[in-house]
T-cell receptor
Framework: NAGVTQTPKFQVLKTGQSMTLQCAQD?????MYWYRQDPGMGLRLIYY???????DKGEVPNGYNVSRLNKREFSLRLESAAPSQTSVYFC???????????FGPGTRLTVL | DQQVKQNSPSLSVQEGRISILNCDYT??????FLWYKKYPAEGPTFLIS?????DKNEDGRFTVFLNKSAKHLSLHIVPSQPGDSAVYFC????????????FGAGTRLTVKP
């Protein structure tokens, strides 16, 4: 039972490159989330998926897209990376939207 | 808008003493409150929660207090241990409405031996 897994753990991109961050959970949770954490800013919600087949914008969605591929997987895509997207990205899941969330180990992304 | 606020970015306490971390919220619809703990290079992990029907929940050395009238919750760690040094996030949601959770900015706790 791995919980929430994220790949990759680290990534360095050049400005303008694209990439997809992968997330999977094996807890049969309905809801999944993508956050970014920046120093002094706490956890800011980028996008979330309340249930399979739905996605919604969070607090900071600009520059990102998401796909809820199935109940287990929720990916985050940066189409044209910018230095302002340098951050640590966390995926999380929960039984329902307002319930306790369980987090993955994070992806540290640097955009040069 | 910051619906959940942790006004102290950092806190330092001596090993064996009590650590008190504070959190304020503005949304009166919140009815479920949690604390998460985060070590460097790891994801946040769930620590303890409290429902709005209670004013206190205890789990070993960790106790969360909720003051609904003041829209304030606190986490007490007694006694504090060096392994408790981490960033602590407060979070809140409206479970009855199934609305998304909001997080505070975090408080970095350092427990000195």
């Amino acid at each position: 039972n791995a919980g929430v897994t994220q790949t990759p753990k680290f990534q360095v991109l050049k400005t303008g490159q694209s990439m997809t961050l992968q997330c999977a959970q094996d807890m049969n949770h309905n809801s999944m989330y993508w956050y970014r954490q920046d120093p002094g800013m706490g956890l800011r919600l980028i996008y979330y998926s309340a249930s399979e087949g739905t996605t919604d914008k969070g607090e900071v969605p600009n520059g990102y897209n998401v796909s809820r591929l199935n109940k287990r997987e929720f990916s985050l895509r940066l189409e044209s990376a910018a230095p302002s997207q340098t951050s640590v990205y966390f995926c999380a899941s929960s039984e329902i939207l307002a319930d306790t969330q369980y987090f993955g180990p994070g992806t540290r992304l640097t955009v040069l | 808008d910051q619906q959940v606020k942790q006004n102290s970015p950092s806190l330092s306490v001596q090993e064996g003493r009590i650590s008190i971390l504070n959190c304020d919220y503005t949304n009166s619809m919140f009815d479920y409150f949690l604390w998460y703990k985060k070590y460097p290079a790891e994801g946040p992990t769930f620590l303890i929660s409290i429902s709005s029907i209670k004013d206190k929940n205890e789990d070993g050395r960790f106790t969360v207090f909720l003051n609904k009238s003041a829209k304030h919750l606190s986490l007490h760690i007694v006694p504090s241990q060096p392994g408790d040094s981490a960033v602590y996030f407060c979070a809140a949601s409206a479970l009855h409405n199934n609305n998304d959770m909001r997080f505070g900015a975090g408080t970095r706790l350092t427990v000195k031996p």
